[in-house]
């Protein structure tokens, strides 16, 4: 049989009516979620929605080891991730995997085993292990010098202190060559790429301090340094564990959400069976088959099927489009009724996502990136150090002391300096904001972002899935009781997103209609004792009448309708309900004298109702990427400092323009990449403490730089004068550095109450605040 | 003075094997799951 027969008649079975649309129709083949381990065993690796119990991990291991075949289940509650191994013989099923945990009732999904291997895993690894040498050679070559230093004022022989000088060195010379490699790579990169980083003033110092006291070790002297210059290793590696391990855990959240986003293809094989694959193995030119309910995948024409789509996450548009053979269709919009066979288009020049990642690269080209205040202390302070160095050598020279003297005070100099404190300043306080942001949902991209939304004076909402929720709502009291249970229960059949707003009134373990069919462009009907329901467009109900009175009563809504035989039909208008606490938000950035402006994709008409609303007189409606990307940068020029929220593909130019943005968790691909944060669940406070917690980050970073700065006014002269002991420098140094970590602290503190959010008369389904699904 | 060389090894030693324990424990995945390893603590089987 011909591949596109079966494809074919795949569709026409879906497009006449058929029960076979009111519920998942098709088995699903994951064989493409499957590796093999070295031992030949099958092997699949699943995020997991929902775990965050002792029980939880109990009851899915159990349960999963009871399935047949299954050797090995082990779930890592940190990750929040299943790995499951079957016996070598067994035959995997990745979907029983999936039917089982849906039944101890977790969400999950299976990973992309060819997706990038985790470079941020090993990464961390490496800079614990080093932090672990730097830490042992640190205590023991303190112990050491602390020995030497209680003997010289005591009764410890020169040939006794030349010992443990030695030993000390054995000791600190290979843990140094070992532990500082993070740095001398990190300095030796910024050099080839013709720049001077903070990684190079480090190894300049570690490296003249371990040298200088081997010299003056062999020269049989009173100091040696190897204490400092291996503590110097030690507080920063702390700092570098601790900006990885927030980086890393962004990551793999990140990683769980698009995996259990289900960014997978139903790809038409060419034998005429469906296989669900990755979306990374789908080739321009292959066929998908885009099931009712689904998101569309990948850019694609129409080969057959009609239907709606509901296309507000690439547009904002929210009304849906009827579309049809021929036409283009972009990823993420979502599919109304009927099924659709999509080829899918090149990917190069084929139409609105490289439009959009056209604008956003031409954005962040053209971002005026204000330097991070890192950045700034770099370069202020590299130079300063090095002139300061090099006047205490040819002070001294001057002063008339030898070229070895002047050379070892000039080298102290560069010791005493080296940026304990400054390269603790800023990642510890950005790790303890993060943290802080974490509790309220937000997952932090980029740790620099926290200083730029600290800066924020406008803030740009987008209106449809950032202000509005995602998913659609019955905009208004239904006026029969009896008739809308019955159109809630009709509508449980239907995947159509529309219904699913309707489905969401229906009562508490209400079973679909038997026999219920469902029609592409039409709608849903059954035969219940003898009358015929029907729910679905105008047209199929016959209630044009009703759904034009209906929609002049709230302009903002769609309307799906519904009629039991030949009774009166009923329209009810279904939108985009707010977010229960945006009123709030919005007077809270109102009351803090920030400017809100919404630029919105959708009709104006739905736009007006919102803004009114929320009483946001500065609104737009109808623009394209290309206008929001505009308004965004002139609001650059004229010197607001704008945070963009948004969540749609159209947004995401301007997310990458704007000085800071905030993307909703069932945002678009792109705009989640765009983003520097992203937040979780159903409000929208998380807009409020992201601005909070920026601002408080900021303030604590330039309090430690200065702190950081306080700290080398009194430490150079004193190295400069060459007083400096080892002594004294270990003091300074593991002091700032202290003070610093402890002033970090401060972030975590909470600055004010977030709004609470007031009930809403619609269905509220309670938001899980580790992972949100679309 | 001659039980220096004595006790100085034995300290570096000590210290040695605390630093590869740890590194053992790292690199057999002991510090992957650390929230779950307190909740494995605490079931029956």
Known sequence: MCCTDAALAYVEAHAAWSEANTRPSRERNYDAFVTRTRAGAARADFAVEGVRCASCLAAIERGLSEVPGVAVARLNLTERRLAVEWAPEAEPDVGLIRARLAALGYAAHPFDPHRPADAEAAESERLIRALAVAGFASMNVMLLAISVWAGSVSDMTPENRDLFHWIQALVALPAAAYAGRPFYEGALRGLRAGRITMDFPITLGVVLTLVMSVVETALGATHAYFDGAIMLLFFLLIGRVLEQAMRRRTRTLAENLAALRCETAARIEPDGSVRDVPLAEVAPGARVLVRPGERVPMDGRIERGRSDLDRSLVTGETAPVPVEEGALVQAGALNGDGALVVAVTAAAGAGFLDEVEALMRRALETRSRALVLADRATRLYVPLVHAAAALTFAGWLVAGAGPHAALLTAVAVLVVTCPCALGLAIPAVQVVAAGALFRDGVLLNDGSALERMGEIDTVVFDKTGTLTLPEPVLAAEAGDAAALARAARLALSSRHPMAAALARQAAEGAEPYPGAQEAAGLGVRATVDGVELRLGSPTFCGAEAQAEAALAAAPEASVICFRAGAGEPVAYPVAQALRPDAAAVMAALRAEGRRIAILSGDRPSAVAAVAARLGVSEWEAGLTPQDKIIRIEALGRAGRRVLMVGDGLNDAPALAAAHASLSPVTAAHVSQAAADALFLGRSLAPVLSVIAVGARARRLMRQNLWLAGAYNLVAVPLAAAGLLTPLIAALAMSGSSVVVTLNALRARARPRPTPSPPPEGTAEVPADPAIATP | ?45
């Open chain 2, 1 to 45: 003075m001659a039980v220096l060389l004595l006790v100085i090894p034995i300290a570096l030693g000590l210290g040695g094997l605390g630093l590869g324990a740890f590194l053992w424990a790292l690199r057999s995945g002991q510090y992957d799951d650390v929230e779950g390893a307190e909740l494995r603590a605490l079931s029956d089987d």
